[in-house]
């Protein structure tokens, strides 16, 4: 068991963290008040799939079938040549 006064672990915190994540029992005590540090591993979430921020309402634009070009006013929709 590792014991450290408050002073002591703030300037050792990534050594209180790192013996905590080895499963050691780590007690931190503070005017008379003991503290027991521990790591839990949290399970990861699968992440949700986000909704895309540019909606397509071409379907040839969503098929990849145009670019953009850049023209003197800014862009614009250029269709993409078919390959042969």
């Known amino acids: 068991m590792r014991r ?11 050594e209180v963290l790192d013996a905590a994540e ?3 029992p780590v ?3 503070r005017r008379g008040t ?10 990861s979430r699968p992440r949700a799939r986000r909704k895309s921020l ?3 309402l071409d ?3 969503a098929a990849g079938e145009w670019t953009w070009a ?9 269709r993409r040549p078919r390959p042969r």
């Open 4 to 14: 450290y006064s408050a002073a002591q672990a703030r300037q050792r915190f990534a």
């Open 22 to 24: 080895r499963g050691q």
């Open 27 to 29: 007690v931190i005590e």
């Open 34 to 43: 003991r503290f027991v540090i521990e790591a839990r591993r949290m399970k």
């Open 54 to 56: 540019i909606e397509r």
């Open 59 to 61: 379907p040839a634009v």
């Open 70 to 78: 850049w023209k003197a006013g800014g862009v614009a929709f250029k």
